[in-house]
């Protein structure tokens, strides 16, 4: 499976780069998410909850990033398995370039899937591929104006303790929760189609 989008943002590369790297915004963005974690350097795991159709299950996937230009770009890897509903593979790249009045995120994912989910039909699968992504980015959308009020409202003034939150850094690097959310996109795309 090949897909590509991509989704206009109101804030700055910079702001939606830390955004992608915090973990309370993943947590709270990613559909199905029962936990995103660092397990070494540039990798991570996640397990979530797919339902396509009558196929129902958890996987666990493995993340791995690369090619990682800060607040540019960078590449995920993943390899998921979700027990007998399938399993699933590929990679997917993400890009945020600077646009007047915000950025734009665009991915582009490439995945194969075997096992029951595989079986239930590429129509269904696809659709539920895009359905999970759309709500992925319209979370996004959301806790992005929550958090920079004044992207949505630029004569209201941001609010300051979540300012303060992003510079903190959540305890882990930035970059490292900007490619877990690549990560997830990639695993919601690779569940879909397993």
């Not at 090619?67 to 540019?72: A, L, R, V």
């Not at 590929?90 to 600077?98: F, I, Y």
Request: charged content about 25%; glycine content about 10%.
């Amino acid at each position: 499976m090949d897909m590509q989008g991509s989704r206009q943002l109101a804030v700055t590369r910079q702001q939606a780069w830390d955004a992608l790297n915090d973990p309370e915004v993943l947590k709270a963005c990613i559909p199905g998410c029962s936990s995103l974690e660092a397990t070494g350097d540039n990798t991570f795991a996640l397990v979530n909850a797919v339902k396509v159709g009558p196929v129902s299950a958890k996987f666990k996937s493995t993340l791995t990033l690369s090619d990682i230009k800060e607040p540019e770009s960078y590449t995920i890897r993943f390899e998921g398995d979700g027990g007998p509903a399938g399993f699933g593979k590929g990679s997917a790249q993400v890009k945020l370039t600077e646009q007047d009045g915000g950025c734009e995120l665009a991915y582009t994912v490439n995945a194969s899937v075997g096992g029951k989910i595989a079986q239930v039909g590429q129509r269904l699968i696809d659709g539920v591929a895009r359905s999970m992504a759309e709500k992925f980015f319209s979370n996004f959308d959301e806790e992005i104006q929550k958090r920079h009020p004044s992207a949505a409202a630029p004569d209201r003034a941001q609010d300051a303790p979540a300012a303060a939150a992003r510079k903190e850094g959540r305890g882990l690097p930035k970059w490292t929760w900007i490619v877990l959310a690549i990560i997830f996109i990639l695993g919601v795309v690779w569940a879909v189609r397993v």
